[in-house]
């Protein structure tokens, strides 16, 4: 069984920087990729970046693109989310999750960001 915790968020001012991490924990033999969503209140989950874990390709929301990057310290089967230039409207619940190859996708609890003066 896979367990998928985040850690790292919290109160950043705008134009600042976070990192979240993602642990993965557990049987990941069958892991295909971890992505990365996001929710603010009263709106949708989207998703903002995705690892393929065989090849390290990475992939970005537009809005996410040359601020975010998604990277892997392969050792501990960690995801990290390098968060930069930071926004007010990226104030959202964050979230990782699990994809295998086959089976059920895996979620984490999420981590709150919060973008503020």
């Known amino acids: 069984q896979v367990q998928v915790v985040e850690s790292g968020g919290g109160l950043a001012q705008p134009g600042g920087s976070l990192r979240l991490a993602c642990d993965i924990s557990?049987?990941?033999?069958?892991?295909?990729?971890i992505d990365w969503y996001r929710q603010a209140p009263g709106k949708q989950r989207e998703w903002i970046s995705g690892?393929?874990?065989?090849?390290?390709?990475?992939t970005y929301r537009e809005s996410v693109k040359g601020r975010f990057t998604i990277s892997r310290d392969g050792t501990k089967n960690t995801v990290f989310l390098q968060m930069n230039m930071l926004k007010p409207e990226d104030t959202a619940m964050y979230y990782c999750?699990?994809?295998?190859?086959?089976?059920?996708?895996?979620w984490g609890k999420g981590t709150q960001v919060t973008v503020s003066t």
């Open positions: 557990g049987n990941i033999a069958n892991i295909f990729l």
């Open positions: 999750k699990f994809v295998p190859r086959q089976g059920d996708d895996v």
């Open positions: 690892l393929t874990w065989s090849d390290g390709t990475r």
